[in-house]
């Protein structure tokens, strides 16, 4: 009954550089995905907002500049936060 309540939230993190697959581990399973444009994307749902912390202090810790943060609203929440679709805002529904 207590895991209904504990609702672990996802992030996505973008950094310069590429990071090889093999760091998921380190970064507490986040999924790596390279761009072709030199970054990398690390995604996943994160415990709290100490592993948070956690994970960013290893990326200050390689070196890697961080670009951005953004906490993924799940699917039924997103629909209904207009700030998700900025360029449906002021559409008749």
């Known amino acids: 009954m207590e895991s ?5 939230e996802v992030y996505q ?3 310069k550089g590429h990071l090889d ?20 994307i690390l995604s996943g749902p ?4 100490t592993a948070l912390h956690g994970v960013l ?4 810790d390689l070196g890697l500049p961080l670009l ?4 993924i609203e799940p ?3 997103s629909e209904s936060n207009p700030l998700v679709h900025p360029q ?5 529904g």
């Open 4 to 8: 209904e309540h504990v609702r672990q």
């Open 13 to 15: 993190i973008v950094v």
């Open 21 to 40: 697959r093999e760091w998921s581990d380190w970064f507490d399973g986040l999924t790596i995905t390279l761009v072709d444009n030199g970054e990398t």
């Open 46 to 49: 994160v415990v709290d907002q």
């Open 57 to 60: 202090i290893k990326i200050r």
């Open 68 to 71: 951005s943060l953004v906490r």
């Open 75 to 77: 699917e039924r929440e």
């Open 88 to 92: 449906e805002e002021g559409r008749a």
